[in-house]
């Protein structure tokens, strides 16, 4: 498995979940990591992205200043830290390595297995 997603579950509206995202060392050094989110009867949509470089994209306005993407180097792993979760953020998560444009593009190549997110009281 080149892309391990980990890290959901059932929280709490208010509440936090940091999902994880280890990749092969030749995909973490290569490739931009992102994390994507799909909710019941809606696409797959972009929520950021994370260039190798460190620099961050929000693509999804509704998760700026809420979520936060990371990378660890020296683990290969990419988080997402999910904070003041809302309902509508109930979906199944994914984590992607792909390549990222200077003009903000994102271009999905490998795909983790997702990681179901469910916000509930």
């Known amino acids: 498995v080149q892309l391990q997603a980990s890290g959901g579950g059932l929280v709490q509206p208010g509440g936090s979940l940091r999902l994880s995202c280890a990749a092969s060392?030749?995909?973490?050094?290569?490739?931009?990591m992102a994390w994507y989110r799909q909710a019941p009867g809606n696409p797959r949509e972009l929520v950021a992205v994370?260039?190798?470089?460190?620099?961050?994209?929000y693509k999804d306005s509704v998760v700026k200043g809420r979520f936060t993407i990371s990378r660890d180097v020296a683990k290969n792993t990419v988080y997402l830290q999910m904070n003041s979760l809302k309902p509508e953020d109930t979906a199944v998560y994914y984590c992607?390595?792909?390549?990222?444009?200077?003009?903000?593009?994102?271009?999905?190549?490998?795909w983790g297995q997702g990681t179901q997110v469910t916000v509930s009281s």
């Open positions: 060392g030749s995909i973490f050094s290569r490739n931009a």
């Open positions: 992607n390595a792909g390549r990222y444009f200077s003009n903000g593009y994102y271009y999905p190549d490998r």
């Open positions: 994370i260039d190798t470089d460190g620099r961050t994209d």
